[in-house]
């Protein structure tokens, strides 16, 4: 019985290998002008939830703390707050079942980020690499890439995709039964 991560590094390694010639200074895609804009304002907003404020919105203590500031990432309040907060799951007897979901909860953002990672694919079928021969003058050669069998290279992704589709599924069904509890 192979592990989830075995499947998943198989299921990367089968797209991978039929990847591109090594030691790329640069890349160029095609068409690829408007996911770069999607990218950028996915770090935009992701940056805005990183920002710690001044002041804990739970108990309006100062935070200044290194401790502090990865609760603050995680859980946006207080090292402080967070221990309060896991103390009360741990009396209610919480504290297992929330834990829990916090991990499928992570685990879950990482296989759509995969999911979408991978989807992308679909669209490297060809790609032109932009090397520099010699970047002071901005001198470069260019060279592209395509696979020889795009049908195959479909069918590979495809079956990653499946195989992330079903293990995302999976999780929000734990995940579904762990908001009922936790
Ligand atoms: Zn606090």
Known sequence: MKSERERQYEAMDAILNNRTPEKRVMVGYKGNSEKQGDKESHLTKIMKDVRMPWFCPKCKKVMKKQLDNQVWMQFQHCFDCQIEFENRLIIDGKYDDWKEKKVTENRLAKYKDEL???????????VTYYNAINPELGAMDEETYEVE??????????????????????????????????
């Open 149 to 182: 069998d795009a049908d195959e290279w479909d069918a590979k992704i495809d079956e990653a995709v499946k195989f992330f589709e079903s293990e995302i599924k999976k999780l929000e069904t734990k995940l579904e039964k762990l908001n009922e509890v936790a």
């Open 116 to 126: 979408q990672g991978i989807k992308e694919f679909y669209d490297k079928k060809k």
